[in-house]
């Protein structure tokens, strides 16, 4: 029902900064929850941050909040990641997702909707 497509990964030394975009289609985002999961090889799949339709809010992991943004342009449908300070231990794919609910959830088995990912590789 929603199409979900990432671009802005690459590569970056430590230090560096990144802006993740995510563009939906098909179906507004404006009463969907956002968030971004990345997973990086040997390791499982983990949230990094979101956005609550409902309350507006934003959520982070520990290991990012300070460094990492989210963000959304609902007139562009579109959700962002800006990501500042990054670590080596950023390095992942990193996945955006929508959930159509009435509940804000971390847990990536809640979300209906995922992209197709973005390689992100920090350098030290």
């Known amino acids: 029902q929603v199409q979900l497509v990432e671009s802005g990964g690459g590569l970056v030394q430590a230090g560096g900064s990144l802006r993740l975009s995510c563009a939906a289609s098909g179906r507004t985002i404006s009463n969907s929850h956002m968030a971004w999961f990345r997973q990086a090889p040997g390791k499982e799949r983990e949230f990094v941050a979101g956005t609550s339709w409902r309350s507006g809010s934003s959520y982070y992991a520990d290991s990012v909040k300070g460094r990492f943004t989210i963000s959304r342009d609902n007139a562009k449908n579109t959700v962002y990641l800006q990501m500042n300070s990054l670590k080596p231990e950023d390095t992942a794919v990193y996945h955006c997702?929508?959930?159509?609910?009435?509940?804000?959830?971390?847990?990536?088995?809640?979300?209906?909707?995922w992209g197709q990912g973005t390689q992100v590789t920090v350098s030290s």
């Open positions: 997702a929508a959930r159509y609910g009435s509940t804000w959830s971390t847990t990536s088995t809640a979300y209906d909707y």
